[in-house]
């Protein structure tokens, strides 16, 4: 494992050419049962404007659409997103972009921003860019929420916990910590970003 270098896009389109749910976020009850706790854990009923980083194929994304009057879903993989443009094509309030985050980014302001799965990819540095970006990106009392798998893998530059620990050094300054929720394989934070 080399933790110097973020994963490309390249690994990912490989991935969904062989096989397009490689993680099996369409049928796998540790899924659901994470998706849902994901929902459950947002403190308001509804948001103006979520940016979901990482949308894959979707299933989540259709989730979280019906808690939002608009969603931005982004991914590096054009063979996945083709997938979730198909699983919400009846929900006109969800856009999709193919941006490679941190290094591109909207250029608007979000009242909820979704990290799940997806910040372990980064080497360190980038997980320090998309820090910034997402506190630019993040309106004053906005929420971000992170949920990530914890046991580690050989070609993740990173583990669920050292990318939830190192946003939890944001705080107080930048981030102040509302949630917090631990389970035998994944790992839940919830933030409100600093008026």
């Not at 494992?1 to 993680?23: G, H, I, V």
């Not at 509804?46 to 659409?65: H, N, Q």
Request: charge should be negative; aromatic fraction near 10%.
């Amino acid at each position: 494992m080399n933790n110097s270098q973020s994963l490309p896009p390249e690994y990912f389109e490989a991935l969904y050419q062989t096989d397009p749910d490689p993680w099996k976020f369409a049928t796998s009850e540790y899924e659901a049962n994470k998706y849902a706790a994901t929902i459950a854990a947002l403190p308001q009923p509804r948001y103006r404007s979520a940016f979901e980083i990482g949308g894959s194929i979707g299933v989540l994304t259709e989730k979280l659409a019906q808690f939002c009057d608009s969603v931005l879903s982004i991914d590096v993989s054009p063979l996945a997103q083709q997938q979730a443009i198909e699983r919400c094509q009846q929900l006109p309030q969800v856009r999709f972009q193919i941006l490679n985050f941190p290094q591109e980014h909207p250029q608007e302001k979000f009242d909820l921003i979704l990290v799940s799965e997806v910040g372990y990819y980064s080497c360190p540095q980038d997980l320090q860019t998309t820090q910034q970006q997402i506190l630019e990106l993040l309106e004053p009392n906005g929420h971000l929420l992170l949920v990530h798998w914890l046991p580690r893998s050989p070609d993740y530059p990173l583990t669920g916990d050292e990318v939830h620990d190192s946003f939890l050094e944001l705080i107080p300054d930048r981030l102040q910590h509302l949630q917090a929720k631990r389970k035998a394989k994944y790992r839940l934070d919830l933030f409100q970003r600093a008026s």
